[in-house]
Structure formats: structure tokens, C-alpha cells
């Protein structure tokens, strides 16, 4: 008799670590790790749409990982204290709007920008405050910037070397994600060809040195608060990774070697079903094409591992009390969709970014989650719903359909009904969706189907079809003003006082010389980590980094369309 699907998963949770905890209900009810029948899927089985391990959170929870950066280093590192000294499990990197377009604090044009959206890095003495008392060794760090994220990634490995790191033992993700700032958020310094190379080179880069440590972070959260449909987040972000994907291929990597450092980004929005179903699609349709596709033969290549935040744009300036719900509510759906961690959002962050109350909030619903709901007992208790799974299928199916298009776009007549075929192409060394990619962000296909949608959902709720409360309906609150984060004027003038002091302080002839060889590197397609490092080093500024690579490549422009 041949062995079941649920005999293959026993055997495998069996033989996994598991968690010392209560696995009962709140009435003391034991409930097993998992529930299907002998032959539907299990947990840890491709394609993975029940989850990447066969014991569910039973093995290991979540990582609570929460966004905090404002002001300066020094007011960001006391919140990162606070959110690990209160139960946080990794942190996760706000940059302020100068160093995510990669300028310097003292630039022009981040006059009145400096840490009000995140906190303000001009070099790597900035990131040596910003951990200070923080072992990089010890605590996954996430960076969420994308632009300059190259020279943002060699100032946080020079300021863990000044700090005793073997930086071969980093642990962490930073975003990277170049296409998706054309699709929505807008924040590039180059052309695409550039910052590809950049991302090649990363990729490159930490495949040899730092194993672990996972360059690439493909955010669909940005494509999503841009006012996307769930099955375009789901569709346009795998995109973007079979992108890179084809990328690391381009350079002649491993897939089994490089995918792994591939992460996911996701939004959880409000609508419940929804989202968790749009979860448990995006493990099923990577694990395929990875297998089918880019021949990925481990599971680790083949696992989408995904950080989720709650959505942002969900949040109402209108009674912002109600945040906490709909953030709770959303952060659950991540949780039952199997995210590998999560971020909740604060009720004030229409308003300004997070007090202190308002972050430990945060914090305290996903601790809430974890420690009194019973969630974490079995793995997809969903899975098998004919509702969650009807909706996994129709977001899967929306999302090949938007696939086809953007093969199209890259003049290929294959649909992802071909995957063998399309294999074929992709060993002939035809990179058929980054050619997709770059024709539909030349032409303004992504951000004109995002504003599409966004336009729907906005009549939908003048027209009162869709509702928010305290927005278009249910408007009476005896709600109050809310006491709101300010970061002081005072935070730029001592950030723009201390980066002129570190200048005067460094040797200039030895900075020059690094922005020199950097230069000399990125003419002669050498791959620019170990250069840029070395300016690090040497104390050269993000902004003079940047700048250099600006003269060499030039800046990109979006075409105006109407």
C-alpha cells in the first residue's frame, strides 16, 4: 500500500523540532498539528499553499518584527531598544526621505526632510550609533530602502566590523527591490540597467560571503498601498522576483544557492479572506515556477518566505482608535495566512510617525495574537475552508492571467500555461519576464493598471458601495485629538552640524581615492561591492557615494504621462 500524504507530513513533522508549549485550546481540548484528509495537501508539502513547514508555528513562530526609524541614530537606537527589551524579535529599518533618495543630510534639497519619515544615515559613524549596544550577530536586521540600498547594506557591514562581527554570520533582508519603485513608490537614483548591476552585484556578493543573509526583499507592500488590487500585488511582485530571479541567472549563480536570499514584502490589507487567500496563492505559484520553470531542485529554493505589514492606507486620520482593530484584524489574517513575520502598524500613523504608546500597542497586538489565541496551535487551520480555498485559486488564476500579459509585453507568445517551453527560453539565456518588466515600466503599464484600480475603489466608496467607518459611514466619535510624535527642527540642524564635523575629521585624499577606484570599478563592470566598501570605510558619505555613481550613470527621469 503506497504511503498517504498525511503519513509523508507525520513523518516529517515527526522527525522536526517542536516548540515546549501548550498545543491546547483555551478549555484544554488537545488539537492535532495539522487536519486533512489522507490525500489532500500538508503543511511543508509542495507547493507549499498550507505553509513551508510541516509543523506550522509549532516549530517556530513568527518573527515580530516592527518598522521604527525617526529623528536621529541615537533617538532611533533607544526605540529599538524599547521594542527588544519588550518582546520584539527583530528590527526592521525606517529610513528618513534624504537617505532613501540617497542624499546627505547637508544636501539642498533635504532641507525640512531630515528624520521625519525615518531616521537620517549620512555615513557609516551614523550606523555605529544606530546599533550601538545591538549585536548584529545576534539580531536579524531588516533595511527597507531600495535606491541606494547598496551603499546603505556596506555601511551597515563596516559599522559590524568597528563592532567586532564576523559579518560572514549577518543574518537579515534588505529591500533592493528596484522594480517596484518604478511600478509605485518612486524612489530610484538610476535607470533600471544600473541599479540591476548594482543588484547583481549584491546578489554576487553575498552567495559567496554571507550565506544566510538575503540581499533581495520583493515588495509587493508598495505596489499595494499605490492602490493595486490583491491579485496585481500578488502577480506584479512575483513578477518582479522571477525577475531577479533571471537576473542571478544572468550572472551565471546557482538557483539552488541564490534563491534562498530571495524574500517577499506583502500588505495585509482589511479584507480577511481575501488576503489570507492571496498568501497561501503566492507560496503555491513560487514554488512552481521556481521547480518548473528556473529549475529549482531544493525546497529552500523553492520557498517564498514573506514578511507581511498591515496596510497602511487602511489606517483613517477620522477616529484613529479604530487603526487597532483593523490592524488586529489584519495582522490575524497574516498570522492564518503562515507569514514568517510581521510588522503591525500604530494607530497614529496617518497622522505622524508612531509615539511610544502607539508602538508598544503595536507590538502588544501581535503578542496578543501569539499568547492568547490559539493560532499558533495548527498549521493552516483554514486550509480545506471551500471559501479560502475557492478564493486561493481565483487569485492564482487572476494572477497567471496578468503573468500572460507581461510575457507579452516582452514580445514572447508563450503563456505560463507552457512552463517547459518557457523553461527552454530561460536556458537559451532569454529573459522573458524582465523583458516584460522593463517594456511595461517604459510605458507606464504597471502604474496606469494600479491607477485604474485605485480609481475604482475611490468610486466605490463615494458611491458608498464599499464602506470605512468613521469615513462614509458611522461618522459620530466622541474621539479627541491624539498627542502625535514631532521630531524638532533642532534633529537637522545637530545632524547637519555632526556630518560636517566628521568631514572635517577624515582624511579627504584617502575618500577620494575610494570614489576614485569605485568609479573605475562600475566603467569597467567589476562588481562594486568590495570599492564601495572601501569608501565606506574611509568615511566617504552616502550622498558623495551616490553622487559619484549619479555623474558616471546619470539620473533617471520618468517620462510624463497623462
Avoid at 555615513?123 to 530602502?145: C, N, P, Q, W
Wanted: glycine content about 8%; charged content about 25%; proline content about 3%.
Amino acid at each position: 500500500m503506497s504511503e498517504s500524504a498525511r503519513d509523508r507530513w507525520q513523518s516529517r513533522y515527526e522527525k522536526s523540532r517542536v516548540r515546549e508549549a501548550d498545543f491546547t485550546t483555551l478549555s484544554g481540548l488537545d488539537v492535532e498539528p495539522a487536519y486533512g484528509t489522507d490525500d489532500s495537501e500538508w503543511p511543508g508539502e509542495f507547493p507549499f499553499t498550507r505553509g513551508l513547514y510541516p509543523t506550522g508555528y509549532r516549530g517556530r513562530t513568527w518573527t515580530i518584527r516592527q518598522f521604527a526609524g525617526f529623528g536621529n541614530a541615537q533617538q532611533t537606537n533607544e526605540r529599538y531598544r524599547m521594542i527588544l527589551g519588550r518582546g520584539g524579535g527583530g528590527l526592521s529599518v525606517a529610513f528618513d526621505m534624504p537617505t532613501l533618495m540617497g542624499r546627505d543630510s547637508d544636501d539642498p534639497k533635504s532641507l525640512g526632510e531630515v528624520g521625519h519619515c525615518g531616521v537620517a544615515i549620512d555615513s557609516v559613524a551614523d550606523m555605529e550609533v544606530l546599533f550601538d549596544g545591538i549585536d548584529l550577530g545576534d539580531v536579524t536586521t531588516s533595511m527597507t530602502i531600495s535606491g541606494p540600498a547598496v551603499p546603505v547594506f556596506c555601511m551597515m557591514l563596516v559599522a559590524a566590523e568597528r563592532a567586532g562581527v564576523d559579518t560572514r554570520t549577518l543574518n537579515g533582508t534588505l529591500q533592493t527591490d528596484i522594480f517596484k519603485e518604478y511600478i509605485a513608490q518612486k524612489e530610484w537614483l538610476f535607470a533600471p540597467e544600473p541599479h540591476l548591476k548594482l543588484i547583481g552585484d549584491l546578489m554576487e556578493y553575498c552567495a559567496a560571503n554571507i550565506p544566510a543573509y538575503k540581499p533581495l526583499s520583493v515588495s509587493g507592500y508598495h505596489i499595494r498601498e499605490a492602490g493595486s488590487t490583491a491579485a496585481q500585488e500578488l502577480a506584479f511582485t512575483l513578477a518582479d522576483g522571477f525577475g531577479y530571479v533571471e537576473l542571478g541567472l544572468s550572472r551565471g549563480l546557482d538557483v539552488d544557492v541564490f534563491a534562498p536570499g530571495l524574500s517577499f514584502f506583502f500588505d495585509a490589507h482589511v479584507d480577511f479572506f481575501e488576503e489570507i487567500a492571496k498568501f497561501r496563492a503566492a507560496r503555491r505559484i513560487w514554488a512552481r515556477w521556481m521547480r518548473d520553470v528556473y529549475g529549482a531542485q531544493t525546497e529552500k529554493a523553492q520557498w517564498l518566505r514573506f514578511h507581511t505589514q498591515t496596510a497602511g492606507v487602511s489606517l483613517t486620520a477620522q477616529q484613529p482608535y479604530n487603526n487597532v482593530v483593523r490592524t488586529g484584524i489584519e495582522a490575524l489574517s497574516a498570522v492564518l495566512g503562515g507569514t514568517n513575520s510581521l510588522h503591525t502598524n500604530a494607530l497614529d500613523e496617518t497622522l505622524a510617525l508612531p509615539s511610544e504608546q502607539a508602538a508598544e500597542i503595536a507590538l502588544r497586538t501581535q503578542q496578543v495574537i501569539m499568547e492568547e489565541t490559539g493560532v499558533v496551535n495548527v498549521a493552516d487551520p483554514l486550509g480545506g475552508s471551500w471559501y479560502v480555498e475557492a478564493l486561493t485559486d481565483r487569485l492564482e488564476a487572476e494572477a497567471t492571467a496578468i503573468f500572460d500579459k507581461i510575457l507579452a509585453m516582452g514580445g514572447s507568445t508563450l503563456t505560463s500555461e507552457q512552463p517547459e517551453q518557457i523553461a527552454e527560453a530561460v536556458r537559451n539565456g532569454e529573459w522573458l519576464v524582465t523583458r516584460g518588466l522593463l517594456r511595461g515600466i517604459e510605458e507606464g503599464w504597471f502604474m496606469s493598471e494600479i491607477a485604474e484600480a485605485a480609481f475604482q475603489y475611490q468610486v466605490a466608496l463615494e458611491k458608498r458601495e464599499k464602506r470605512i467607518v468613521g469615513v462614509n459611514c458611522h461618522e459620530e466619535s466622541v474621539t479627541h485629538d491624539l498627542e502625535i510624535l514631532r521630531v524638532s527642527h533642532e534633529v537637522e540642524v545637530e545632524q547637519v552640524r555632526a556630518l560636517g564635523a566628521r568631514r572635517q575629521a577624515r582624511d579627504e585624499a584617502s575618500v577620494r581615492a575610494t570614489l576614485d577606484r569605485m568609479v573605475e570599478a562600475a566603467r569597467a563592470g567589476e562588481n562594486l561591492l568590495e570599492p564601495m566598501l572601501d569608501a565606506c570605510r574611509a568615511e566617504a558619505t552616502l550622498g558623495e557615494i551616490c553622487d559619484a555613481l549619479r555623474a558616471e550613470w546619470g539620473e533617471y527621469r520618468e517620462p510624463a504621462r497623462f
